[in-house]
């Protein structure tokens, strides 16, 4: 028996890692591997039967790390983005997804004979769209910034709130005894909402108060999202979550807080849970669970994923800016993801006896509709963009490693033309400065775990390293290399231009040279600061100056060529984005001769 369970266990970690490994590399949403092997080491060969493996630690297990999941998703919203966002994000937040709801749940109950109060939940959980399985979709379809900026928008505020909504029915309407509804609404909602509250200012005081040392930080935010839950449940049967998505909301939104100093622990553990949680979730399910009726099944997600979201979208974006093209594609991008599954799970898990057996088909519904909207959707989204024409053939926004004048001064320029720029930089003065223009910007490592997940890449589809740190730079480039297909550069700095031998980076790690290779950036610096400008240039206007250094170069089809060297002359209709040195420089700024353009590769 021990035997078996240590090979078990060790395969569980193999199995989680390797998916987690095949996921990147492929660039697949890991949900799916996860869920896929989930059910071939459970229910199809029975390697994995988690109630015989953990026993009675089976539930505990999976609600600390549901409760975890849940929490990490909790802390993208933020009220800052309600308060700013247009009409028709917020409609899509509200009037949309309750519209959305209502027909999802309304099709669970007409279609499949399930109770009101099953379907409403199932309709609150198939709001729950997910932001890591979102991102990855929005980067493979590439639409339009506006199109993909109202789905972000969306998917942060829509997951912890439909999160919530599902909380709430299943404790007033599917748990409460029929009797008392009301009152087990009110209960859940006072308990989790207190705690949570209590929890997060606790977390907050001991941060900003520096109480705890560096190295118990992490340990510390855990406990109490874990300790938190705990409580709640013990005082309301179904309190916990909603006390973990309300401390990971009122976190998110607290004013001069080191917030990401206390989640970092979501950096490893929460995706050692995350595997954990989808393999042992498949793993659990019984044949017997997955005997529902196909036909009425596959309508169902017919209804779900072709009627309901593109009817909301539709009607909450009447009278928006979006064209009907857009709203389209809108319609069709939702997957439903880890969030979703966790809050399934969860569920599933508690319900006993009686209602064990009415709530029995929610987690394959559940676990169909992931699948299905992550499999379509990934497969079918950039050709549908495509061919209604929204979406980008060739990404051709650019990412700036460094919020420094220089960066800053080239991302107004690319952004004055209608080229996205990210800013990324960890230094909070210049990201600050940077949102201060109004610039896109990720405050972070660039190259870090962190920003893997959320730095938002869409219609990005080159890199500009321009850090004060070569290191930096040269990482960057690697890591960057196989995501923008080799159009990758780096500006050369003072400290490479002086070091030799040893101290030197070696050939194979350097990129292409930006702007001619020899400029660096101490010397771009100083051409801006004694009154240098970098704008837009037509042809005509190229040839009445001829002391431009050419920095990008624009088609006429729109099109992003980095200049990596030469002089470049634009032809009709086309833009030459160029640094234009003050009347006092005394040196001529002309390129060699033989420098060219940068194509892509």
């Excluded at 200049?563 to 700024?589: D, F, N, R, Y």
Aim: with cysteine.
């Amino acid at each position: 028996m021990f035997d078996h369970t240590i090979i078990t266990l060790a395969g569980i970690a193999f199995i989680a890692v390797g998916c987690q490994w095949l996921a990147w590399r492929l660039r697949l949403p890991v949900v799916l591997l996860l869920l896929g092997a989930g059910a071939v080491m459970g229910p199809v060969n029975g390697f994995l039967q988690p109630a015989a493996l953990f026993g009675d630690l089976l539930p505990a297990l999976l609600s600390l790390a549901v409760a975890v999941v849940l929490f990490q998703g909790s802390l993208t919203f933020r009220l800052n983005d309600i308060t700013g966002l247009g009409g028709a994000v917020f409609r899509l937040a509200s009037f949309g997804a309750l519209l959305n709801g209502a027909v999802i749940a309304a099709a669970g109950h007409f279609l499949l004979g399930l109770p009101w109060a099953l379907a409403a939940l199932f309709g609150a959980i198939a709001l729950v769209t997910g932001g890591s399985e979102l991102l990855p979709l929005l980067r493979r379809t590439r639409p339009g910034p506006r199109l993909a900026a109202l789905l972000r928008q969306e998917a942060a505020i829509l997951a912890p709130l439909a999160t919530l909504l599902a909380v709430l029915i299943h404790a007033g309407v599917v748990a409460a005894p029929l009797a008392d509804p009301l009152l087990a609404f009110a209960s859940t909602l006072l308990a989790g909402g207190a705690l949570g509250i209590a929890g997060a200012y606790l977390l907050a005081l001991l941060l900003r108060h520096h109480l705890l040392p560096p190295h118990l930080v992490n340990v510390t935010a855990l406990a109490l999202v874990v300790v938190n839950f705990t409580l709640a449940n013990a005082l309301e049967h179904e309190a916990g979550l909603l006390t973990v998505v309300v401390m990971g909301m009122v976190l998110a939104n607290m004013k001069d807080l080191a917030l990401r100093e206390a989640v970092d622990f979501r950096e490893s553990l929460s995706a050692m849970l995350l595997s954990l949680l989808l393999l042992l979730v498949a793993a659990q399910l019984e044949p017997a669970q997955l005997a529902l009726p196909a036909a009425e099944v596959l309508l169902l997600l017919a209804v779900t994923l072709l009627l309901a979201r593109p009817l909301a979208v539709i009607l909450a974006t009447l009278g928006s800016a979006l064209s009907w093209r857009e709203r389209l594609l809108a319609g069709w991008i939702a997957p439903r993801g880890i969030m979703a599954t966790a809050v399934a799970a969860l569920f599933a898990l508690q319900a006993p006896g009686v209602e064990a057996s009415i709530a029995a088909p929610l987690l394959p519904l559940t676990l169909l509709l992931v699948l299905a909207s992550l499999l379509l959707q990934n497969l079918t989204a950039h050709p549908l963009g495509r061919l209604l024409g929204v979406a980008e053939t060739e990404p051709r926004g650019v990412l700036i490693i460094g919020a420094h004048a220089v960066a800053r001064a080239i991302a107004r320029a690319l952004d004055g033309q209608g080229v996205r720029a990210v800013l990324a930089d960890t230094d909070w003065e210049d990201i600050q400065q940077a949102r201060m223009d109004g610039l896109a910007t990720y405050l972070g490592n660039p190259i870090s775990e962190q920003a893997d997940r959320s730095l938002d890449l869409v219609g990005i589809g080159h890199l500009l390293a321009m850090s004060h740190r070569p290191a930096l730079n040269a990482l960057a480039c690697q890591r960057y290399g196989s995501e923008f297909g080799g159009r990758v550069y780096s500006l050369l700095t003072a400290e490479e231009r002086r070091a030799v031998g040893k101290s030197a980076i070696g050939r194979q790690y350097a990129a292409t040279r930006l702007f001619g290779g020899e400029l660096t950036l101490t010397q771009l610096g100083g051409l801006l600061g004694r009154g240098g400008e970098i704008r837009a240039y037509t042809p005509e206007e190229v040839e009445q100056h001829d002391r431009l250094l050419p920095l990008f170069l624009l088609t006429a089809q729109g099109a992003l060529h980095v200049v990596s060297g030469g002089t470049v002359q634009p032809q009709a209709g086309e833009l030459l984005i160029a640094l234009h040195p003050a009347a006092t420089e005394k040196q001529p700024l002309r390129p060699d001769p033989g420098l060219t353009v940068s194509t892509p590769a």
